[in-house]
């Protein structure tokens, strides 16, 4: 009972505090932007203390709710021009979870836009990020892309758009996954057939480079080719549905390659002018030595880290084939206050002959995961925001360490200009 107690008290003092701080940040930092001569400057901060009950993911969990902060204070610089626009952005987020070594990541932005004519654009930018591999925060990876973009409006029912990117990870030496960089070439298009419906074609080359070749021979070089069509239709004044098939193809230097269709379909129905609930199903072929899909510690999801267990690939394979289910309810309650509730479900599996060379497995591999999530944001002030959020999920597979549950909960402060 007592260390129920403290963990209660715990908690209660980190929600107090967390208000405490909407306050007191709200009364010193929402400040108007500052501005000199074009350039606008705008500083951000985001504060979230949560708890979860299952943080490494593990079977057999501690069974201790630790909590979890994450602060990210940043700013960004835009200048617009007559033809162009210029913005760079910095974010700092120091993230801690009771028990563990605290990690500092850094962040780095920049992008310009330049109309070449009335209808067309070139774009350049550049993103460059560190992070963690575990929550010890002792081995880090530093990431980079680089892409230009060349945007075409063809008429008023077409438009294409190319892009090139440069892609750079670098990990500690003894990273599995390998130092590693990926040129990429894509081509997507956009042709309105009628004033309901939408034809989206889209194209995707990748070349990855190992630099590394103390880890697992399987993972040298691959080429992947991709292609996609996909139709979309507006059925009312609110609802809108989509479907879209493809082919990819993976030819790995060494090792088996691999190949598969591309499938999936969407709808989206919106329920008032600023409330929408949408529902989709992918049929994908996914690679898992991508650090960023695996190892990271934060997700996009409005429900906690716990996102990721519906989301992480097992490593031992090259590849695994995924059919994935997400659905979310956005729903505007007031002018002020959000509501948001989502289900994630996917299923995976691969063939033995997908498990990389050195890995003691020798089965195909069969799981399911799911996560069920709700949040909940309210607007105090004009820049200031505080939400609520949580989430349960559970991952089964058929490999025993592989299988485990999680739960979480929390709040987070929101300040933007």
């Known amino acids: 009972m007592k260390k129920i107690t403290i963990r209660t008290n715990v908690f209660l003092l980190s929600l107090l505090l967390l208000s405490l701080a909407n306050f007191a940040l709200a009364a010193d930092l929402i400040k108007q932007p500052v501005e000199i001569g074009r350039m606008r400057i705008k500083p951000t901060f985001k504060y979230s203390t949560s708890f979860t009950q299952n943080v490494e993911l593990n079977r057999d969990p501690d069974q201790k709710y630790r909590l979890a902060h994450d602060i990210k204070p940043g700013i960004i610089a835009q200048m617009p021009f007559e033809r162009a626009y210029v913005e760079s952005g910095y974010q700092y987020e120091y993230f801690l979870v009771n028990g563990y070594k605290g990690q500092g990541m850094h962040s780095a932005n920049g992008l310009i836009r330049y109309d070449l004519s009335e209808t067309a654009s070139l774009g350049l930018s550049d993103n460059f990020s560190t992070s963690a591999l575990d929550f010890t925060g002792n081995t880090t990876f530093q990431f980079n892309t680089a892409d230009i973009s060349l945007a075409k409006q063809l008429n008023n029912r077409a438009s294409t758009n190319l892009r090139y990117a440069y892609q750079t ?3 500690p030496s003894s990273d599995r996954y390998a130092d590693y960089n ?3 070439i894509s081509l997507d298009m956009s042709y309105r057939l009628s004033p309901l ?11 990855r480079r190992f630099r590394n070749d103390n880890v ?3 993972l040298k070089d691959y080429d992947s080719y991709s292609g996609q069509i996909a139709i979309s239709r507006m059925l009312t004044s609110r609802v809108s549905a989509s479907i879209n098939g493809g082919y990819t193809q993976r030819d790995y230097k060494e090792g088996t390659s691999g190949s598969g269709a591309l499938y999936g379909a969407g709808m989206n129905a919106r329920l ?3 409330s929408q609930l949408s529902l989709n199903y992918q049929h994908a072929i996914l690679d898992t030595f991508n650090p960023l899909e695996k190892k990271t510690l934060q997700t996009d999801s409005p429900f906690l880290n716990n996102e990721i267990i519906a989301s992480q690939l097992r490593s031992d394979y090259r590849q695994v084939i995924s059919d994935r289910i997400v659905t979310n309810l956005n729903y505007k309650l007031t002018e002020k206050d959000i509501f948001d509730l989502g289900f994630t479900y996917s299923w995976n599996w691969s063939g033995s002959s997908n498990i990389l060379p050195g890995s003691a497995n020798n ?4 799981e399911e995961a799911y996560t069920i999530g709700l949040g909940y944001s309210r607007k105090i002030l004009k820049w200031v925001s505080l939400s609520a959020r949580g989430a349960y999920g559970s991952k089964k597979t058929n490999s025993g360490s592989y299988y485990y549950k999680a739960f979480g909960g929390g709040l987070g402060l929101d300040i933007a200009f």
Request: proline share 4%.
């Open 197 to 207: 419906t939408t034809l989206t074609p889209d194209f995707q080359y990748h070349h």
């Open 363 to 366: 089965q195909d591999l069969d």
């Open 182 to 184: 990926d040129q990429g």
């Open 169 to 171: 990870y670098k990990g």
């Open 216 to 218: 697992y021979s399987g």
């Open 272 to 274: 008032t002018n600023f």
